[in-house]
């Protein structure tokens, strides 16, 4: 936003050095952004890939030993083809891990991004008092808020009684 304020205001008052200025800028930060998205890209697939892979081997070899394949594919009819049902369950599990990953790192890197700027802007005094008036908010949710995760838990077994 202020690469575009930058250049209109250059338009504007007619100032050849500030829209040359802010052109190189725009050009720099646009390399820089294509450079972070294809690192957190490549960063993203390998670890698919690495986990695909980990993943894979190790729930391969806990099926095949002790003839654990063939005694779940006998007793429960359901699973017909037991090497597909993890193919796809990893892949899933994999992919979804892997974006999860880079869905947390760039909001992450915003908020770091934005406290600087907060803090060059306004008074450091300010924006510390704001960044504990935020953390005590925190602090106070924690302590008032329900416990999803025993509530879900919870709601599962009673579901699961319920259906037994």
Avoid: C
């Amino acid at each position: 936003m202020t690469q575009t304020t930058m250049f209109f205001m250059a338009l504007m008052s007619r100032n050849k050095s500030l829209l040359y200025k802010t052109i190189g800028l725009s050009f720099i930060r646009g390399v820089a952004q294509t450079v972070v998205d294809t690192f957190q890209k490549h960063t993203e697939r390998k670890l698919q890939v690495e986990m695909l892979t980990g993943m894979t081997t190790v729930l391969q070899d806990k099926v095949m030993s002790n003839n654990s394949f063939y005694t779940l594919k006998n007793i429960d009819g359901r699973v017909e083809d037991m090497d597909n049902r993890i193919s796809d369950d990893v892949s899933n599990f994999s992919e979804t891990v892997s974006s999860m990953w880079s869905q947390f790192a760039y909001p992450l890197v915003r908020i770091l991004w934005f406290a600087g700027r907060f803090a060059r802007t306004v008074d450091r005094k300010y924006a510390i008092l704001l960044w504990g008036y935020l953390g005590g908010a925190v602090i106070v949710l924690k302590f008032i808020m329900p416990n999803y995760k025993q509530i879900v838990a919870d709601q599962s077994a009673l579901e699961g009684k319920y259906k037994f």
